[in-house]
T-cell receptor, first 115, second 111 residues
Framework: DAGITQSPRHKVTETGTPVTLRCHQT?????MYWYRQDPGHGLRLIHY???????DKGEVSDGYSVSRSKTEDFLLTLESATSSQTSVYFC??????????????FGPGTRLTVL | TQLLEQSPQFLSIQEGENLTVYCNSS?????LQWYRQEPGEGPVLLVT?????EVKKLKRLTFQFGDARKDSSLHITAAQPGDTGLYLC???????????FGTGTSLTVIP
């Protein structure tokens, strides 16, 4: 197992409230990723990080921000949650230094419902 | 618009049968990965292919990367109920910096 955990595992919140999801790894990998998974769309990259304080946007970054102040933690924040952000969120770590060969290992997911 | 198309979307077969699922794109991949995901869990990496024409085997699973690196297939021999799950392909395109996932093939193997 890749030693990656996500918290919380389930969350129900209301529209307009801020939400922060946490991803924690125990293996000291450089690359970390946040994805969302929705029916009909598969997994889509939100943001990724290639080191402490180094982050970049993915395919669906609008409405999300991230922070990485320590190697082991990668936080995803929804500043003002909307119903369209109801989804299952997965964190992943990348084993390898080169994106071309990065093998991603996924956490167990967080199911977020925005009412 | 989906950059990677997977087919079929759903597949239900009897134990012992063979099957093939496909992952296609109109663009060239630098690298392609296959994952399996079970309900309530994250995807698990099965294989990475990088060379056109490459064939990799993982027990009863055979993965092939197209010669032109625009498509890939996953063949399962003598399917078992434990093979049930969502099979996802993920491709890294030339000059790209992220993997794009297909929508998956949901496989059910009936005992």
């Amino acid at each position: 197992d890749a030693g990656i955990t996500q918290s919380p595992r389930h969350k129900v919140t209301e529209t307009g409230t801020p939400v922060t999801l946490r991803c924690h790894q125990t293996e000291n990998h450089r690359y970390m990723y946040w994805y969302r998974q929705d029916p009909g769309h598969g997994l889509r990259l939100i943001h990724y990080s290639y080191g402490v304080k180094d982050t970049d946007k993915g395919e669906v970054s609008d409405g999300y921000s991230v922070s990485r102040s320590k190697t082991e933690d990668f936080l995803l924040t929804l500043e003002s949650a909307t119903s369209s952000q109801t989804s299952v969120y997965f964190c992943a770590i990348g084993r390898g230094l080169d994106t071309l060969y990065n093998e991603q290992f996924f956490g167990p997911g967080t199911r977020l419902t925005v009412l | 618009t989906q950059l990677l198309e997977q087919s079929p979307q759903f597949l239900s077969i009897q134990e012992g049968e063979n099957l093939t699922v496909y992952c296609n794109s109109s663009s060239v991949f630098s690298s392609l990965q296959w994952y399996r995901q079970e309900p309530g869990e994250g995807p698990v990496l099965l294989v990475t292919v990088v060379t056109g024409g490459e064939v990799k085997k993982l027990k009863r699973l055979t993965f092939q990367f197209g010669d032109a690196r625009k498509d890939s297939s996953l063949h399962i021999t003598a399917a078992q109920p434990g093979d049930t799950g969502l099979y996802l392909c993920a491709g890294l395109f030339l000059q790209g910096n992220q993997f794009y996932f297909g929508t998956g093939t949901s496989l059910t193997v009936i005992p």
